[in-house]
């Protein structure tokens, strides 16, 4: 653990020696964790996180920072994050719209916006972010996949069952074997697009009584919706 802290310290040092951030910045860094960490499903995410003054005058601070340097690669990639876990995603699509349309952005940036979008029902400007990845960076691999999630996802907030289905069976192809989490949430938001039969291809074993199971058998029987 103290291996683990010290390396969290020296990351966040280099930070504010080649950024030029507020100290703040790399303190709201710290209390929230890796910028990389994504939630999922995204219905999970909570509206508002539990946080005091002190924390949303750092971000503030960091804010203000990108108001003097729009285009601060290294500014976007603490703020970004920081605003979707205190559920502040208008005002990350606010940010981003406000720049010009080509600005260079770090990729945790552009998932977070992907993100951020689908949350705010905006499925298209999801998919607009989830492209701009592939088209102006060089995206890892965990880049690309939470891109391909968020895409199914506002496939699945517009209803295009067919689209999220087939979405949903090439990520299966490229990334298996899935997360429980992921298979889980592909279950629950097939029965919501009423694609019952395809449900059953992320359903687990037969065994296993998972809330989308259950809500299967019910269905069947007649006595839900």
């Known amino acids: 653990q103290p291996a683990r802290s010290s390396l969290g310290?020296?990351?966040?040092?280099?930070?504010?020696?080649?950024?030029?951030l507020?100290?703040?910045?790399?303190?709201?860094?710290l209390a929230l964790g890796s910028p990389r960490l994504g939630d999922f499903p995204l219905a999970s995410r909570t509206r508002a996180a539990d946080v005091n003054q002190p924390l949303?005058?750092?971000?503030?601070?960091?804010?203000?920072h990108l108001e003097k340097n729009p285009t601060d690669a290294r500014g976007w990639t603490v703020l970004a994050p920081v605003l979707a876990r205190l559920g502040r995603y208008d005002a990350l699509l606010a940010r981003g719209a406000s720049l010009p349309e080509r600005t260079p952005l770090p990729g945790?940036?552009?998932?977070e916006s992907a993100r951020?979008?689908?949350?705010?029902?905006?499925?298209?400007l999801a998919r607009t972010y989830a492209a701009r990845l592939l088209w102006q960076s060089n995206p890892t691999?965990?880049?690309v996949q939470a891109a391909r999630l968020a895409v199914i996802e506002s496939?699945?907030?517009e209803k295009r069952g067919e689209d999220a289905y087939r979405s949903m069976l090439r990520f299966q192809q490229d990334y298996q074997p899935l997360e429980r989490t992921?298979?889980?949430r592909f279950a629950e938001a097939l029965l919501d697009l009423g694609l019952d039969r395809e449900a059953l291809n992320w359903l687990g074993s037969p065994d296993e009584m998972t809330p989308a199971r259950l809500r299967l058998q019910l269905r069947s029987a007649g006595l839900t919706p």
């Open 22 to 29: 507020p100290v703040a910045a790399v303190m709201v860094y």
């Open 155 to 157: 496939y699945v907030a």
């Open 108 to 111: 945790i940036c552009l998932i």
């Open 9 to 20: 310290l020296r990351r966040a040092s280099a930070v504010v020696a080649l950024v030029g």
């Open 56 to 64: 949303e005058n750092m971000v503030a601070q960091v804010e203000a």
């Open 141 to 143: 691999s965990a880049d």
């Open 116 to 124: 951020a979008a689908v949350l705010q029902n905006e499925p298209q």
């Open 182 to 184: 992921v298979t889980r």
